[in-house]
Every structure is written in C-alpha cells, then in structure tokens.
C-alpha cells in the first residue's frame, strides 16, 4: 500500500485542510488544525502519506487514560484503500504506547461507513450525545473501544 504515517506539520495543514473540507458539513478550520500541533500539549495530530501527498489524518487526544480520537478522514479518492483502518490502528497503537486503557469517540448515527471501520476495531457503543452535530442536529453515537 505505501503508506507512511507520521506526526503532522505545520506544513501539512493545507492537505490536510482540503481533506477536512471534502470529508465534513462542519469543517475544522486552519487555527484549529494549527492549535493541535502548537498548542495543545494532550493532542497527537497523524497524517497518511501516499507517494508523499497528505491522503488522511487521525487526531487523538489524551485525557489521563483515556484517548479521544476527535478527527479522522481519508481523502475521497483514497478510500477504502485501507488507509482509514492504518490510521485508526496507528493511533490506538500509538495510545496503548502513552499508556491509555481506552478509547472513545463520536461519530454521526448515519456514518454507517465509519460505524463499520470502528467495529471492526472493537469499539461498542456507549451513549447517545442527542444533537451533538449542531449543523444538521444529528446524534451523535459515542463508542468505546476498552481494553486497548
């Protein structure tokens, strides 16, 4: 597959960014993206590299044992490439390293595609955050994934 996964860059933020506007109705902006890598000591931003292009990223947070993976998109032409599924296996690998027992996220009740690929990775759901998605007021499913 040539993938190659690596903590993001400032430099990477405008791959990234396009990636983020295709993938979601709410995108991150450039100051969140820039915050994750410069100023939030608990976030672990990753990007996917194909032939040197940015084609996806994973941000992970860490909350004592708990990481929380807030962003995760591939790239539309790249999906299901298994690239997803790196990324998710690279931070949960990378969490387990930072000592992290679990793992939690939330993720659209209609993202059945995604709901899939967390599955696959043992993640059960927990709860429901009612119109958590204040673009459409969509729920949001949260799942865990513990142990790690």
């Known amino acids: 597959m040539g993938i190659e996964i690596t903590p993001m860059q400032m430099e990477d933020i405008d791959e990234v960014l396009a990636i983020e506007r295709a993938s979601y109705l ?3 902006s450039y100051e969140m993206f820039r915050a994750e890598i410069e100023q939030n000591r ?4 990753l990007v996917a590299r194909k032939e040197g292009k940015v084609v996806g990223y994973i941000c992970l947070w860490k909350a004592a044992d708990e990481a929380h993976i807030a962003n995760i998109a591939v790239h539309p032409d790249f999906r299901r490439q298994g690239i997803g599924s790196s990324l998710l296996e690279k931070g949960l690998e990378f969490a387990r390293e930072m000592g992290c027992t679990k793992a939690v996220l939330e993720v659209r009740v209609s993202n059945l595609p995604a709901r899939r690929l967390y599955t696959r990775f043992h993640f059960a759901p927990v709860g429901i955050r009612k119109g958590y998605y ?10 865990m994934r513990a142990p790690l």
């Open 26 to 28: 709410s995108p991150w």
């Open 42 to 45: 608990f976030a672990y931003p």
């Open 134 to 143: 204040t673009d459409t007021n969509e729920d949001a499913l949260v799942l």
